[in-house]
């Protein structure tokens, strides 16, 4: 009987680790540049690069944005183990407010999903915005592709950025 229960639970580990090791990752680190050709939903003068780095489930990430004669460098960081955390959103004109974000690896490990919760103040009120992200890197590596789903007070907004690795 003893023998038995050893084997099964050494059975049970093997399945458990073996299942652990399949889910790799995907490593989104390195400079990403927007091909605008697969890209939807954007203004038409837009052009966007960002830099990725990621150690462990802390993603960094720096986007410059071009738009018309207008440059603009953005910093920003997910931590993904899906616990919400306190962040400071940048609304319109440069208005800060206070959010809760979400990040996690998709179930899949070939991307990420973030969610955001956002308040800003305004001379009206309380504004409220939502807003959903989700990366997905190709097979080969040398593709990614963000979904945007943007709810605030002007209505739904969505957008697909297609980028290739540099």
């Known amino acids: 009987m003893k023998l038995s229960n050893f084997v099964r639970a050494t059975m049970i580990l093997a399945l458990l680790l073996t299942a652990a090791n399949a889910f790799v990752k995907a490593d989104l680190s390195g400079t990403w540049v927007m091909d605008k050709s697969r890209s939807e939903g954007l203004p038409e003068d837009m052009q966007q690069t960002m830099t990725v780095s990621l150690q462990g489930d802390k993603l960094s990430l ?4 071009i738009t018309g004669e207008q440059k603009q460098s953005v910093k920003d960081s997910y931590t993904l183990n899906g616990v919400a955390e306190d962040f400071t959103p940048r609304g319109g004109g440069g208005a800060t407010g ?3 974000r979400t990040a996690k690896w998709s179930a ?3 991307g990420i999903e973030v969610s955001e ?3 800003f103040d305004s001379p009206d009120g309380e504004i409220s915005a939502t807003m959903k992200r ?17 709810n605030g007070p002007n209505g739904e907004v969505n957008s697909k950025r297609t980028f290739v690795k540099q």
């Open 62 to 65: 720096e986007t410059t944005l």
């Open 134 to 150: 989700k990366w997905q890197l190709s097979a080969d590596g040398k593709t990614l592709v963000i979904e945007l789903h943007f």
């Open 117 to 119: 919760d956002s308040k």
């Open 98 to 100: 206070k959010g809760k």
């Open 108 to 110: 899949d490990g070939n």
